[in-house]
């Protein structure tokens, strides 16, 4: 893929960094070799380089390399943006055309791929199945990666973007689905999914035989249930056929028997007159038996009332004679308890006199209490004050100016002249108060006595208050018992009349019973007699014994006809079950078949499956992959010989050692250090040591592309791939440019960089910055 003439219309990058709505690169008339773009940051040259190829996506600005991880609506501005790119590619000139559209809210985007036939007109791409490019993303895609490979195979191996992802991250699994794109053996890929598809419908196609043998197997269970029910209902259909042969035999009986009976009932007419009235009797004489019974009962539970309410009476009547002497005795213990009440109430007149004379005394004892307590605490105040300016006035004598003219302009000396006047004073106070102290102490000792002869008192006083009380309530309790002396000859008479009254409800009861004995007796003597009578006349009756053997005719009807029932039942059953297991025999017969079926969709299944895994990533691509490695890995290693010296060594290993010692499909690149003679994986190296290894990985894959698959790319692409690299390595880093364009047969490689040398030695340069003029 060579790139001939790129227009970009409506780009923020271009917008941004050359202040222009559109930009056309004429690129056809460059030289060979390495091409660099140049400008500051943000002129827009990751803009220009990301649209450099016909892919609809911007590598540098997709998360992934996939058309679904980018979005360009991102990346324009305005309601329109163009992108048209003519590229070559094996000697054919085509064209692709994005245009944009965002009149409102939404925007719709259209991709066409046009080549150029040899009369100079401009055609739709198409594929050999079909396909033509419309304006649809999706058939724009498989245009394009029909021409110009895979998206994936461009961008990992001659397309180095900004923040590409370095190979050493890919996963063993991605690195195989690149690798087998890369060797062009995805199509071995493709006829693996293919097998497994085929597996799959294969599968499908056993599920529903196996289904089927399922069934079949559950009618051969229902085949052998039929028989062995076919085989019981046999056994019960003869049974209930020997049940319905004994029941008519038992019919047969009974009717013989009930003709012997039915003779002999002409006879027993009289007695069954007789019957009817001994029972008629028989009930009469229960029912009067039920009667005395209940009325037997009800004078039981009278008299037994009677005698409770009498023997109540009597108790009552007891209690009071009981209480007779109390009674009696009861006007002297009146008489005895007024006699005290008054003698007892004479005492407390001349004590409550008494008791109210201390009680006053004992007020002007705590009243003279109070006052010495006061004159006390004020005395001891007045002292300890007099003891204060007695020492203050001492001073007066003590002073060096006693006698000088400076005496009387002193202040200690008129402070304890003042002191000693005022001392005067408070002498003449304290005398007062103890002279006062001493008469009202000789007054409250004279008072002490009162208060152990009030408490004396009081004790009397209440003594006597409790006897009054006591003789009160004697006197209350005889006055009440005297009340009930006319009680005493009511009580007497009526104990005589109800303990009369129980004796004679003793008798009267005795009587009853006695009378209801005799009568019970006589009334199961007689009903005694009608049973034996009834007896007599049974053994000559045949009325009971007929009905009983019609009950039992009635019976064995019955019986007969559920038996008739039951053997229709199972003999319908019997053919139903018979007739479904002779449709089983029949269905049964595709039931090897079947097994055969299944056992030869079983084997076809295994088959596919051993193909799809043979053709797949473990199987002949794994094997493809490990035999490219080595060509791949000496590849690079020439590059990076010719380019870095003999420092570095890189081994492409495809395949990991398990703890086991099993090995395992895999992918890791180690780097041999030739100087430090050491070996390490490329995720732990140094920056730069990364950048200038996974740029070599990446040439390398474009070389083997161009030497072995006959990929046709003729253009390279690097975005400021020499960022981390030292000086030194910048140089290698173009001599390896060069020397990648060499082996492959390559014809340009644009490159982007901000290193003045490195632009220098560019073949041709396109200085993005001038563009904006």
């Known amino acids: 893929m060579r790139p001939l003439k790129l227009t970009l219309e409506g780009f923020t990058g271009i917008r941004d960094g050359m202040k222009r709505e559109s930009v056309t690169l004429d690129l056809e008339s460059l030289p060979d070799g390495l091409i660099a773009l140049t400008g500051q940051n943000g002129a827009g040259k990751t803009t220009i380089m990301d649209n450099l190829h016909p892919y609809p996506i911007m590598p540098s600005r997709a998360s992934k390399l996939s058309v679904d991880a980018f979005s360009y609506w991102d990346h324009i501005c305005g309601t329109s943006a163009l992108k048209e790119l003519e590229w070559e590619h094996d000697g054919i000139r085509y064209r692709s055309s994005f245009t944009f559209r965002k009149p409102g809210k939404t925007g719709k985007a259209e991709y066409y791929l046009a080549y150029r036939g040899v009369d100079g007109t401009w055609r739709p791409a198409s594929l050999p199945d079909g396909t033509v490019s419309d304006g649809k993303a999706e058939s724009y895609n498989r245009c394009v990666e029909a021409i110009n490979g895979s998206l994936e195979t461009f961008f ?138 209940d009325d037997e009962q009800a004078a039981t539970v009278r008299s037994q009332q009677r005698v409770i309410a009498l023997n109540r009476t009597v108790t009552t009547h007891q209690a009071t004679l009981a209480r007779q002497d109390a009674i009696l005795g009861a006007a002297a213990k009146r008489e005895e308890a007024e006699l005290a009440i008054a003698r007892e109430e004479a005492k407390v007149e001349s004590l409550q006199r008494v008791v109210g004379e201390l009680e006053a005394k004992q007020t002007t004892l705590n009243a003279l209490q ?142 009853r019973i006695s009378k209801y004995e005799t009568e019970k007796a006589r009334m199961a003597a007689e009903l005694a007699r009608i049973a034996e009578e009834l007896t007599r006349l049974a053994a000559v009756d045949v009325t009971a014994a007929i009905a009983t053997l019609d009950r039992s005719l009635a019976s064995n009807r019955e019986t007969v006809a559920a038996l008739d029932g039951r053997i229709e039942a199972l003999i319908r059953s019997q053919s139903v079950l018979q007739a479904e297991g002779e449709a089983l025999v029949l269905e049964l017969e595709k039931f090897s078949a079947t097994q055969l079926r299944a056992d030869h969709l079983s084997d076809e299944i295994a088959h ?166």
Request: hydrophobic share 40%; charged share 25%.
């Open 156 to 293: 990992t191996s001659v397309f180095s973007a900004q923040n590409r992802r370095p190979l050493a991250s890919y996963g063993a699994g991605e690195i195989k689905t690149l690798l087998a794109e890369l060797l062009g053996i995805d199509h071995l890929k493709a006829l693996s999914a293919k097998a497994g598809d085929v597996a799959r419908v294969l599968g499908k196609s056993l599920d529903s035989v196996q289904s089927e043998l399922a069934t079949l197997a559950g009618k051969r269970q229902r085949k052998a249930e039929i028989e062995k029910s076919v085989v019981a209902q046999g056994t019960a259909l003869r049974t209930a056929r020997e049940q319905r042969e004994g029941a008519l035999e038992q019919a047969n009986k009974l009717t013989q028997e009930r003709a012997t009976l039915a003779a002999k009932q002409s006879e027993s007419t009289s007695v069954e007159a007789r019957q009817r009235e001994l029972g008629v009797r028989c009930d009469d004489l229960t029912k009067a038996m039920i009667n005395a019974a």
């Open 370 to 511: 109070v006052s010495l307590s006061s004159l006390m605490s004020e005395g001891t105040t007045k002292a300890a004050h007099f003891d204060t300016l007695s020492k203050q006035a001492a001073v007066v004598e003590q002073v060096p100016c006693v006698g000088h003219a400076m005496h009387s302009q002193c202040p200690l000396l008129t402070q304890a002249l003042q002191a000693k006047a005022q001392a005067d004073a408070q002498r003449i106070s304290v005398a007062d108060l103890r002279a006062k102290y001493r008469e009202k102490k000789v007054q409250a000792e004279a008072l002490a006595p009162v208060a152990v002869e009030l408490t004396a008192k009081r004790g009397e006083l209440k003594t006597v208050n409790d006897a009054i009380a006591r003789a009160r309530r004697t006197l209350q309790a005889a006055t009440e018992l005297a009340a009930s002396k006319p009680l005493l000859d009511a009580a007497t008479s009526g104990l005589e009349a109800a303990q009369a009254d129980l004796r004679s409800i003793t008798e009267e009861t005795a009587g």
């Open 608 to 773: 596919w499956k051993l193909l799809a895994k043979g053709l797949g990533n473990d199987g002949v691509v794994a094997l493809t992959i490990d035999d490219a490695g080595p060509a791949l890995t000496h590849t690079v290693n020439e590059l990076l010989l010719a380019c870095y010296g003999m420092r570095f060594t890189v081994e492409i290993r495809t395949q990991r050692a398990l703890a086991s010692g099993e090995m395992r499909e895999g992918f890791e690149i180690v780097v041999h250090d030739a100087e430090a003679d050491s070996s390490k994986s490329v995720a732990v190296m140094s920056g730069g040591q990364k950048v200038w290894i996974n740029e070599c990985l990446t040439r390398g894959i474009a070389l083997y592309l161009a030497q072995n698959t006959g990929q046709p790319y003729q253009t390279l692409f690097s975005d400021e791939s020499d960022g981390p690299l030292d000086p030194q390595r910048k140089v290698q880093f173009m001599r390896m440019k060069r020397e990648v364009l060499r082996q492959g047969g390559y014809q340009r490689e644009f490159f982007i960089s901000q290193t003045p040398e490195l632009v220098a030695e560019a073949d041709a340069v396109i200085d993005v910055e001038a563009l904006a003029d």
